[in-house]
């Protein structure tokens, strides 16, 4: 199982980012994947996820309104659409699989290498 995020950067506030996070040995039929995010100094957070059957979690409400999340299963990839971004996006992303839906006691157990997204006039 692997998992490649990618498409971070440097933006200015209210821009747009779209991040990508390639899958390799996760079948999305029966794997959800979500976003995380970590802020320097600051522990990694659930940031939205989207099932095996296209469900869509918010586990961060202020993001509700300027993230998207949406897969392509013919690629394999899941995307993060972002806009409107502001300061307090700026963290290093992360995608993770994790089997059976967004919620549960079941861990995100396979975490991609991260990708960078600093958002600063």
């Known amino acids: 199982v692997q998992l490649q995020a990618s498409g971070g950067g440097l933006v200015q506030p209210g821009g747009s980012l779209n991040l990508s996070c390639i899958t390799s040995g996760v079948d999305l039929d029966y794997y959800a994947i979500g976003w995380f995010r970590q802020a320097p100094g600051k522990e990694r957070e659930g940031v939205i996820c989207?099932?095996?059957?296209?469900?869509?979690?918010f586990f961060e409400e202020s993001v509700r309104g300027r993230f998207t999340i949406f897969r392509d299963k013919a690629t394999r990839t899941v995307y993060l659409q972002m806009d409107t971004l502001r300061p307090e996006d700026t963290a290093v992303y992360y995608c993770?699989?994790?089997?059976?839906?967004?919620?549960?006691?079941?861990?995100?157990?396979?975490w991609g290498q991260g990708t960078q997204v600093t958002v600063s006039s």
């Open positions: 989207i099932s095996e059957t296209e469900a869509v979690t």
């Open positions: 993770a699989s994790r089997f059976w839906g967004c919620t549960g006691t079941g861990p995100f157990d396979s």
